[in-house]
């Protein structure tokens, strides 16, 4: 039988908006703060006894490149014996790690993970690809690694390769999704995480980054309205769109990190669990339609964690966008006030790499607060996937 994973503890650093707070820290940097930082809440851990670190990653265009996580590591103070893999599935590449790492430890293959992710959206550098011939005569263009679809092959299918806005227009047009419904998810996003904050909910969540003057997410708007929200003109589709930058999520930057080990793992690091890894779940589908692609990933992870929506009582669902979130609450036909009750990605932000274990975190600690037993976490993923993981509260 494979052995239980649990979920010993979660942190993330405040999330930065593009060239705000954080635009100044490396990726790396950001990496190895979350990192410490788990090290040090684990009263009984010595360094050494970490057997892997995985992060996630989806540039890696920059200071990120060349394996982040083992950069992050060394950066962190952690022995030079500690193994440390990066892995990249976009925007769902921390959750990726944390799938990645709690298979090694079903399989007996590890005791203790560290587990994260990291994205500087601010940081992403311009990339000039290579001429093909020497001496070209024409003129070279610098790409934004940023986000999005860049230098496509030109023998892809042209509609898998509409930018993110695009794809969340079409899936608002055969999903039904309304701009109406799509701004209130963005408002009770913002709403929801500005209380969060000042409930005190994230306090134990999140640890600021040292020399930065950053107490909480920087792209909460508590004082946005359903007015404001729709006094904003499309990004994408100037005559018919519904997509609009108040019920996108913004660019960011930021690193999130989460503790997975074994039973044994109590005693390595002197913490009980927070939860226990009850199912995961990957799906696909085509790529204009990425934002959907959480319905399926979730239901398999359920699937294999032996429950149905009905037992749920918390989702954790990164809100790329706010059409792609009320087409997924539609189709699992959950109520909307158990997803994201502690606000959103539309207001907490999105760096890409660090989403997965944000949710997965935060999931873990909202089934603390609510005292709820089972929750799941999702995120959809650009160019047609998704990834989902169900925890179980062990206190319920």
């Known amino acids: ?64 490149n060349r394996n982040v996580a083992r950069m992050a590591g060394l950066l962190a103070g952690l022995p030079t014996s500690v193994p440390a893999t990066t892995v990249n599935r976009l925007c769902g590449s921390s959750l990726d790690a944390a799938i990645v790492a709690s298979r090694q430890i079903a399989l007996d293959e590890a005791d203790v993970v560290l587990v994260g992710g990291v994205e500087s959206m601010s940081r992403a550098p311009w990339v000039l690809p290579k001429p093909e011939k020497a001496y070209p005569a024409g003129d070279a263009t610098l790409v934004s690694t940023t986000l999005g679809w860049r230098l496509v092959n030109p023998r892809m299918n042209p509609e898998w390769t509409v930018s993110l806005g695009e794809a969340t227009e079409l899936l608002a047009i055969r999903e039904q999704v309304g701009r109406e419904a799509q701004d209130v998810i963005a408002l009770r996003s913002h709403q929801a995480a500005a209380r969060a904050w000042e409930a005190g909910f994230y306090d134990d969540l999140v640890v600021g980054v040292p020399g930065v003057e950053l107490a909480r997410d920087e792209s909460i708007r508590s004082d946005t309205s359903l007015a404001k929200l729709a006094a904003l ?18 660019l960011n930057d930021g690193a999130s990190a989460v503790l997975l080990g074994s039973p044994s793992a109590e005693e390595i690091v002197g913490r009980c669990p927070l939860a226990r890894i009850a199912g995961r779940g990957a799906a696909a589908n085509d790529p204009q339609y990425f934002g959907f692609a959480p319905v399926e990933a979730a239901n398999l992870a359920l699937k294999r964690a032996g429950i149905g929506w009905g037992e749920v009582g918390a989702v954790e669902l990164n809100e790329a966008f706010a059409a792609q979130t009320v087409a997924c609450i539609n189709a699992w036909g959950v109520d909307p006030d158990i997803v994201n009750a502690h606000g959103g990605a539309i207001a907490i932000g999105h760096p890409l790499g660090a989403s997965g274990t944000r949710v ?23 160019v047609g996937q998704a990834l989902a993981m169900v925890l179980e509260n062990l206190d319920a």
């Open 233 to 250: 003109r499309p990004v994408f589709r100037k005559q018919d769109g519904t997509v609009t930058a108040g019920n996108s999520s913004p």
């Open 1 to 64: 039988m494979p052995t239980d994973v649990y979920l010993y503890d979660a942190v993330r650093t405040p999330f930065g908006r593009y060239s705000g707070a954080l635009a100044g820290v490396r990726p790396d940097d950001l990496a190895a703060h979350v990192l410490r930082t788990l090290v040090e809440r684990a009263p009984a851990l010595e360094p050494d006894r970490v057997d892997e670190i995985v992060l996630g990653n989806a540039n890696g265009a920059g200071e990120d």
């Open 360 to 382: 997965l975190g935060t999931l873990a600690h909202s089934l603390r607060a609510s005292g709820e037993r089972w929750g799941v976490a999702a995120i959809c993923i650009g």
